[in-house]
């Protein structure tokens, strides 16, 4: 008698038992359960509020400033004007003088103070016009002055007819540990909007 109970009382377990997958059996959800929104949010790409944007550009007649103004309204990012600590002359031949002598002797010029703490922003939207092929040596100067190892950098410029890749390419020498992405070249100021999407921005 005592047998047959305790066979009895194994197999009532083992029928109690048939369906606990173990301890981590998960609650059932209902058929048509929506995910929840922390699911959502893991699933999709960082919008762009969730990354801390800066806007830095240097600009001598203004073209490039007036682009800058327009990608921060479009990112909300933070605003910041590249100025070197002597200004460029008003007269455009002497500042492609000054210029050309800048690049063909490497120099960095001294910046007007102070810089931005650019240590708590994601990523850099980089603006200048094209001097001589490349960046003006005042952004070379600005790239330098901190580390910005794993920082994304996004460079744009205007020109007077030479594309951004030379600048570029300039940049991602200049900064071997940062990620330095494709420019735009935003003469033509219809290609931002799409160039900001396809930088997740
Ligand atoms: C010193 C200097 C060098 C320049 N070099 C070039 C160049 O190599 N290629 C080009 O297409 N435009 C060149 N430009 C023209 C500027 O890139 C262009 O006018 C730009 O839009 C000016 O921008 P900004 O008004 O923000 O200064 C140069 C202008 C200056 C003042």
């Known amino acids: 008698m005592k047998k047959i109970l305790l066979v009895l009382t194994a197999i009532f377990m083992m029928i109690a038992c048939v369906g606990c997958g173990g301890g981590e059996k998960k609650a ?11 699911k959502q949010a893991e699933a999709a790409p960082a919008p762009s509020g969730n990354k801390k944007v800066l806007v ?3 600009s001598w007649g203004g073209t490039t400033r007036n682009v800058a103004k327009l990608i921060q309204s479009k ?4 605003l910041f004007e590249i100025k070197p600590e002597t200004a460029y002359p008003k007269d455009y031949h002497a500042t492609i003088d000054i210029g050309k002598k800048e690049k063909e002797q490497n120099v960095r010029p001294k910046l007007a103070g102070p810089l931005p703490d650019l240590k708590q922003y ?4 980089l603006g200048y016009p094209i001097w001589w092929y490349i960046e003006p040596m005042a952004v070379k100067t600005f790239v330098e002055a901190q580390d910005l190892s794993g920082k994304t950098i996004l460079p744009f410029a205007t020109s007077g007819g ?29 290609s931002i909007d799409g160039w900001l999407k396809d930088n997740g921005l």
Do not use: C, H, M
């Open 28 to 38: 059932e959800q209902p058929k048509d359960a929506k995910p929840t929104a922390v």
């Open 56 to 58: 830095a550009y240097f």
């Open 75 to 78: 990112t909300g990012g933070d």
């Open 122 to 125: 994601d990523v850099i939207l």
């Open 162 to 190: 030479s594309d951004i890749t030379s600048s570029v390419a300039d940049l991602r020498k200049t900064l071997p540990n940062a990620q330095v992405k494709d420019g735009l070249l935003a003469n033509f100021t219809g």
